[in-house]
């Protein structure tokens, strides 16, 4: 028993050595430390181990020399070197009519599935509300005094012998980049509107389609006021109708600026289309009723004509809107693709 118990305690007090002798014969490699350490080692014990057994050596570079080039002749040289001949870095198809090396001759690995198209992804309108933004904050900064002159006159009711302002240059062509701007933003909402059903695509591309709907807007206000000077010219007065046709440019120059945030908002920031939808027809319903309100007090608060008045009303504001719905949604149809 003595001798069985003496040789167990030599066995297992000899455990390092036994290892020192193992590291003896091989290099040790990190799983066979790892294996010496009991289950539950913690990893700062499992690190000082392999930091007492392995021991990073110097490593000895080959110095042998460089066998890929032809035998019996000498090692080839870097097109990078700048002291190499012209007919050295030229090729046999350097000259060639099919030699472009610009093209790419593939693609690594497999292709994965394109990024969906966003509006907020978009660097072009991106760019282009940025601009809007800018363009209208300056537009603001310096024409204050004109646009609080438009605002008051707006309200008044003007007589006979009221002094009209008349615009200069510079705040006439504001007022046309705002309705620009209203046509662009109106296209956005609508395009976006479009949109909802996550499998429509389109004939063309995301810009060509909201250029098509921006055109459609212009093409509508450009229209709406051919047809007020129409109607106008045939019952009423010039200055009733200059009076109307300034009132029409803010108008639509305001609900551009309204029209703004909202474009932000499902742009930037996933605003949910039904939101949005009650958004617009309330901008909508609000400036209609500015419109309604500015051309009583211009055309028909002396005559207290209302049969006119609403006869004007479904003729130039009802009608319009309405017709310009059904253009789009006429025209979105034939953009998409069909399945």
Known sequence: MRQDSIAVHSNSGSGDSVKTAATAH????????????PADATPAQQDSAIQRHIKISEIHWSQQPDTLHMPGHPKGKSIYDISLPQYYR???????????????????????DPVPYTVA???????????CFVLTVIAVARLREFIVRQTRSFFRVQRGNTTEFSETSNELWVQLFLIVQTCLLASLCYFLYTCMDAHDAFLFEQPVIIGIFA?????????????????GWVFFDVKKNEQWGKSNLLLISFLGLLLFPLVLLLTY??????????????????????AFYRTYIIFF?????YLK???????????????LWGILTVASQYLKVNF
């Open 215 to 231: 055109a459609i807007f212009l093409v509508y206000f450009l229209l709406k006021f051919v047809l007020y000077e129409s109607v």
């Open 90 to 112: 030229e090729s046999f198809f350097s000259e060639k009519p099919y030699f472009h090396p610009e093209v790419s001759g593939g693609r690594q690995g497999v292709a994965g």
């Open 301 to 305: 608060a002396q005559k207290s004509s």
């Open 309 to 323: 008045y609403i006869l004007y009303l479904c003729a130039l504001e009802i009608v319009p809107l309405c017709a």
């Open 269 to 290: 920031f996933d605003l949910s289309i039904e939101s949005a939808i009650i958004y617009v027809i309330a901008v909508v319903v609000f400036v209609k009723i500015l």
């Open 121 to 131: 992804g978009d660097n072009l309108f991106t760019a282009l509300l940025l601009g």
């Open 26 to 37: 091989h290099e040790l490699t990190p799983k066979e430390v790892l294996s010496w350490l």
